[in-house]
């Protein structure tokens, strides 16, 4: 079987920090309104916690699905200010984003954490999006695979069942709010490199996405590349026609 057939497009958004109830309000109404209208393609958005309860009650009756931008690896307990995988389930969340670049910058989080946390949010019933990327120094130095490698090797470790059940993201951290993205070409080769790592295990039907500075003008060529099966989009998701335009692309 042509394993490439059965991986269906994914896009999600990722509104990072920003919202307010109102606001949110008009994107996803915006959203919602032609959202029916995207075929052949699987469309997310991943909010902030506080509002997690707004989106799905915006987004109940629409093919849209939310989820949120992290998850603690803890089930509960003595963890102050930290957000339990079965938490995000109580809201209808379908899908959580681990191991994001600025997470592991900003938050020192570690490549076994973020396994844990992808973990933690299987036996939750929520899909992790585990997102790898290197950053400028390391591409310009040629340690890409190196980085990738490295940061995959704890998830892959989880073993076949578990990874199989995952999505992975490529987001090299230079093309992050930068207005750079890789080229066609450069994202396939280290899509290319992840899911030879995933036949290894296996499972060659993960979706493996890309995030960069992904846009309506740039998407379709991106899409058009045998190994990249959608985008984690930032802060064109913010913007409720530019988003749907992507995943139309």
Same mark, same amino acid.
Request: hydrophobic share 45%.
């Given at each position: ?103 592991? !910058?900003?938050?020192? %989080?570690?490549? &076994?954490? $973020?396994?844990?946390?992808?973990? @933690?949010? =299987?036996?939750?019933?929520? #899909? +992790? ?51 750079? !993205?890789?080229?066609? %070409?450069?994202? &396939?080769? $280290?899509?290319?490199?992840?899911? @030879?790592? =995933?036949?290894?295990?296996? #499972? +060659? ?45």
């Amino acid at each position: 079987m042509n394993t490439v057939l059965t991986r269906k497009r994914l896009v999600i958004g990722n509104w990072k920090m920003h919202g307010t109830l109102a606001a949110n309000a008009v994107l996803l109404d915006g959203i919602n309104a032609d959202a029916a209208s995207v075929q052949d393609c699987e469309v997310a958005v991943c909010v902030p916690f506080p509002y997690l309860g707004q989106a799905q009650a915006s987004l109940a009756d629409s093919p849209v699905s939310w989820g949120a931008q992290d998850v603690s690896a803890h089930e509960q307990g003595a963890y102050t200010g930290e957000v339990s995988a079965a938490m995000l389930a109580d809201f209808g969340s379908r899908w959580v984003l681990v191991g994001h670049s600025e997470r592991r !910058s900003l938050h020192a %989080e570690t490549d &076994q954490l $973020v396994a844990e946390k992808a973990s @933690a949010a =299987l036996a939750a019933g929520l #899909v +992790p999006v585990v997102c790898i990327g290197e950053t400028y120094e390391q591409q310009q130095s040629s340690q890409t695979s190196r980085v990738i490698e490295r940061q995959l090797a704890p998830v892959l470790a989880l073993g076949a069942e578990q990874v199989g059940r995952m999505v992975l993201a490529y987001e090299p951290v230079w093309a992050i709010g930068t207005g750079l !993205s890789a080229t066609p %070409e450069q994202a &396939q080769d $280290v899509h290319a490199f992840i899911r @030879a790592r =995933l036949q290894s295990l296996g #499972v +060659p039907q993960v979706r493996v996405l890309y995030g960069g500075s992904v846009k309506a003008v740039n998407a379709a060529s991106l899409f058009a590349m045998p190994d990249i099966d959608g985008a984690l989009v930032g802060g064109a998701s913010l913007q409720a026609q530019e988003f749907l335009r992507i995943a139309a692309a």
